[in-house]
Nanobody, 118 residues
């Protein structure tokens, strides 16, 4: 069983930066994919950025060039560096870990609030 705990959210002005962290209680090295997702009030949860076990990354068009996903296997931690934040980035951000195969799993964190406002 792996638990994911996000941190790093908060209130920031437009144009500002935040770095989100997702600490895993167990090893994440076997995860096929880890990612960040967000859900704004009244909207469906959407994918923001994902990283595979081979360190390939993919980003939503709305965050390309502004957000960077990374992971530290030794620290069992996933990161999301968010720069040039916009009010429309306001949402609860969740991390997710997925493993396929004979012993599959899917874990979600509890979420961290990001609010971009002046």
């Amino acid at each position: 069983q792996v638990q994911l705990v996000e941190s790093g959210g908060g209130l920031v002005q437009p144009g500002g930066s935040l770095r989100l962290s997702c600490a895993a209680s167990g090893s994440i090295v076997s995860s096929n994919l880890m990612g960040w997702y967000r859900q704004a009030p009244g909207k469906q949860r959407e994918g923001v950025a994902v990283i595979t076990s081979g360190d390939s990354t993919n980003y939503a068009d709305s965050v390309k060039g502004r957000f960077t996903i990374s992971r530290d296997i030794a620290k069992n931690t996933l990161y999301l560096q968010m720069n040039s934040l916009k009010p429309e980035d306001t949402a609860v951000y969740y991390c997710r870990a997925v493993k396929h195969g004979l012993l599959p799993y899917e874990y979600w964190g509890q979420g961290t609030q990001v609010t971009v406002s002046s």
